[in-house]
């Protein structure tokens, strides 16, 4: 599909998203597919098809060794605590994990990424069935990750360079 079909697609989507949010208080199960599209396009990743377990694409250029597991989240409301990345792949053979932080009309306005032995590390500092199970909550996510990319900034070039 090129490249110009698949964007178009994919504002068709959040709008049909936002709008259906709006109008039911549901949310349409379309948040990772949308975090995969925003995450390979703002971080120059390239998407795997087909996926591998725990592995939705991969890095390019200077990045061609990393492997990311990727993942998104809606925030509907920023004053909120208690938001919950989806469980993490703990399995898989990726690098890198990056969370997609998306608006109430499924814009991104955030993207962390943060190491694998990071990841393993705060879940195995955790107690609780979750973390056992790969569950992490955003603001954690957030406080041991790097903020990569910003809707104000773009690439956040000095921490994307680093590993």
Do not use: C
């Not at 898989?92 to 814009?107: P, Y």
């Amino acid at each position: 599909m090129p490249l110009y079909e698949l964007e178009k697609l994919i504002a068709e989507t959040r709008a049909l998203a936002a709008r259906y949010r709006e109008t039911t208080g549901q949310t349409l199960p379309v948040t990772g597919e949308i975090a995969r599209f925003d995450a390979a396009r703002h971080l120059n990743l390239i998407p795997l098809e087909p996926r591998e377990p725990g592995v939705d694409a991969v890095g390019s250029g200077a990045h061609a060794d990393r492997r990311y597991q990727i993942k998104g989240r809606v925030i509907f409301n920023e004053g909120k605590s208690g938001y919950r990345i989806g469980q993490l792949n703990t399995s898989g053979d990726w690098t890198h994990v990056a969370l997609v932080l998306l608006d109430a009309n499924f814009e991104p306005y955030r993207i962390h990424e943060i190491h694998r032995e990071a990841v393993l590390e705060a879940l195995a500092d955790s107690s609780g069935k979750r973390s056992r199970r790969g569950a992490m909550s955003v603001a954690k996510f957030e406080a041991i990750s790097d903020l990569v990319w910003t809707r104000e900034n773009g690439l956040e070039e000095q921490i994307w360079s680093n590993d």
